[in-house]
């Protein structure tokens, strides 16, 4: 069982930086992948970025591909940078975890967190 707790989500202004931070327990460097998904309004919740155990492979949507960063520690946090924000990028945020990164990728998630709320407005 893996829990996972989101924070950092907040209001920005168009073209603004905003860090989230993932937070698992216990310690997943060595054995999940994670990943963050997002869900706007009306929409259906997407693939934004991953990293892999030990932080080998990144794979990011092409959506945020040059604007959004992944990092994690080699114990319990994982972290998603974004910049150059736009107002399309608001959605509720979620970290995500699978022993597998391509069935984390494909949205196949073994453990969800509750999301945190991002909002890009001016």
């Known amino acids: 069982q893996v829990q996972l707790v989101e924070s950092g989500g907040g209001l920005v202004q168009p073209g603004g930086s905003l860090t989230l931070s993932c937070e698992t327990s216990?310690?997943?460097?060595?054995?999940?992948?994670i990943g963050w998904f997002r869900q706007a309004p009306g929409k259906e919740r997407e693939f934004v970025a991953a990293?892999?155990?030990?932080?080998?492979?990144t794979p990011f949507a092409d959506s945020v591909r040059g604007r959004f960063g992944i990092s994690r520690d080699y114990a319990t946090m994982i972290w998603l940078e974004m910049s150059s924000l736009k107002p399309e990028d608001t959605a509720l945020y979620f970290c995500?975890?699978?022993?597998?990164?391509?069935?984390?990728?494909?949205?196949?998630?073994?453990?969800w967190g509750r999301g945190t709320q991002v909002t890009v407005s001016s």
């Open positions: 990293i892999s155990q030990y932080g080998r492979n």
């Open positions: 995500a975890a699978s022993s597998e990164l391509t069935s984390l990728v494909s949205g196949s998630v073994e453990y």
């Open positions: 216990p310690p997943t460097f060595s054995t999940h992948a």
